[in-house]
């Protein structure tokens, strides 16, 4: 049914679907008439006012953002629907009820809006407007000058107005127009604005869709590392049971001890595989509001499990260590300060002992490890973006460490002073951070 | 004579590991293995076991915590040990309410073990440091001690608990109550003493 125009060849060329069919007609006195199918930005539906000059060439005259305000009133709505309904061609008397004129001058914000019609102004719009365009009838929604007109610097013009359909619905843009104005010079923005819009709607339907993959993928991730880990621990602690039956049998030989520190290390590796697993899942582990632990406790952890993985290294505590209770997981503390504490025995001189202080004050604590020698990377990525393994490790415990302390409302600090490396970590008793509601009795998975 | 002991894992290294461990203490003995909580409670009345050593997660099968609440309705004084790999944050207080004698991390079990299993087998309760220090923040502390309570109820609950009989399905059958009136009743003393849930009335108590 549709002759396809140079018109429409243009309206395709930028990417409209165009079903322009018997609808695209001139109409007398060499008015212009195009009707275009168009996708609006569903959160912006417009009014469009376009024309076809003497060449055929699209041309726009004026775009209206019609505004959610607008949209809101009933008038406005009953509008859009009316040219929604116009799309299968009901007639527009089965919505006698609705003063679509006024409606649309509303939705305009214009002064005037009337319907000229050749059998005269005061006719009702009895049928399909549409057709009355494809008839030949001068279909005009005359809107006040100081908007319109005056944007089409037309005043006193007959202008035809479209509207365009709202929300993700293709709808029909129609316009008409009069008069040999030169209507080319605003066409093709406007045709570019609706096919932004367009695609707009396209990309965030893809966007959403991406949304929802990630998001499925994060989760299959997370499944995935929470089994791993899980199935980790259960391929170790058998080994561990069976170093131990070792142990009694034979004692704690050096070999028995350098299996112990092996296991060690897998066990710590499985820990920051568990630690990773929510740092790359997005999602932070809850904190308990009942959750208590004594900072002075988690440091002598913390010097226990680090003195069982490098033994021969000494660790000085200098001074006392602060006793007291903040609201984190021992587990998380005694992470965070396990990754310090081997970060400094690994990259520190091995001829020279790490230090560990710390202190308390004004309801928080803070616990600094150091060491002599340099950073162990060339800046402070690991805080960020994590390394590459020449350097040693991927710098992702610390990276991780980071983002643990962040997320619990911690702040992990790490600079090179005085030629010695520098890790402190600022562990409020009150955090700033709303604590995460109370981990609820969940069934067993 | 030597307890005997229960181990309950769906690994099988893992059951085969803890028995070669516990093995090795003369104060233990391993009396039956099983893979499942069905097996298990086979395995107790079979054996006449006097600990069970259960892991939390019990393949596709009602897990860890299920299998105490199983145990503790038919035998109210056996101790049950709750072994998993899974955050003692998250499921010990579970496992405590159910009747759990304790709750052990899997990466330090090696080492705690056999403490752990003495102090169950005194029908006291094991927990962590961490854990107890997160069920009773330090600070909190009871208003008054367990035994001013003059109620006869409390008194009876109090004897049970300290006997290790922690399980609403066990207390229940013990003194023959229905288990809301024992939940009641507990709930009471946790009021009275000031404490922060039932679970920190069971370490109090103990």
Redesign the interface.
Known sequence: MSDRSPLSAQLVGLGFDVDLGPRLRRVDGGADVVVVRAWPDRLAPGVAVLAVDAEGDVRRRADHAVTSEQLRTDASAAVWRAWAARRVHRPLAEDSDVDWLEALRLTLGAREARLVRRGGPSDPPSHDLLTEVAHGDRLVAWVGADRVAADLGLAGADVALAVAGMDREPAWVVAAGLGGADWAEAALPLLRAAADARDRVVLLERLAEARTASQRHDQLVRKLLAVLT?DL??V??????????LE??VGATKQVLALYRSVANG?DLV?RLSDATWVFGGEPPAR?P?????VA?VCRAALRYVAGRFPGRAIEVVGDLPSL?VPF???VLEGILTTLLTNALQHGPPDRPVQLSGRAEDESAWITVLNGGHLPFSDLNQLGPFQHRARGGLGLGLYVANRLAQAQGMDLQVREVDGEVQSTLHIPARPAIPAAAA?P??A?E | MARRIVVVDDVEEVRAGLADLIDTDPDFTVAGVAASAEEALAAVDRCAADLVLADLILGVGPHGIQLTTGIKARHPLLPVLILSARPESTFAEQAVLAGAAGYLMKEDAANILFDAMHVAARGELWLSSAMRNHLLPAGITASGTPDQLEDRLAASLIRELRRGNRSLVGLARTLNMAQPAVEHALEGMRKHLGLPSRAALYLVVG
Do not use: C, E, M, T
């Open positions: 899980h621990r259960n170790l602690f058998p080994i561990q049971l069976g170093l131990k039956v009694r049998q066990s820990r308990s009942s959750v208590s632990s004594d406790d209770q997981a021992q587990s981990i009795a969940v067993i």
